[in-house]
């Protein structure tokens, strides 16, 4: 079965970093795109980033572009998340997702609903 664990979350100070990282397990991850999203406590779940099966392309929200890189390694069967940077308002848990449909199938990389199978999460706590 689809399995997606994540770990690297932790308590921080604003302007540190953290490397979330998620490990696959149960499918044929080089062949589907994978995404990032986060949830705030009293929000909805929102599109962090998302990166191609292959890699060659990358998406990320608005209010985490030029400070976050998402990357997988498809040997490895994982994909990472490195946050730079890190404000208050990164406070979240953030969740590894398995995108729907493999390759480029799909409609979009930023919505939820694209997403079939979720990790977790892990927890990030950025303190002022």
């Known amino acids: 079965q689809v399995q997606l664990v994540e770990s690297g979350g932790g308590l921080v100070q604003a302007g540190d970093s953290l490397r979330l990282s998620c490990a696959a397990s149960g499918f044929t991850f080089s062949s589907y795109a994978m995404g990032w999203f986060r949830q705030a406590p009293g929000k909805e779940r929102e599109f962090v980033a998302a990166?191609?099966?292959?890699?060659?392309?990358?998406y990320y929200a608005d209010a985490v572009k030029g400070r976050f890189t998402i990357s997988r390694d498809n040997a490895k069967n994982t994909v990472t998340l490195q946050m730079n940077s890190l404000k208050p308002e990164d406070t979240a848990v953030y969740y590894c997702a398995r995108r729907r449909t493999p390759y480029n199938g799909g409609l979009s990389y930023t919505a939820p609903a694209d997403y079939a199978y979720w990790g977790q999460g892990t927890q990030v706590t950025v303190s002022s």
């Open positions: 990166i191609k099966y292959s890699g060659s392309s990358t």
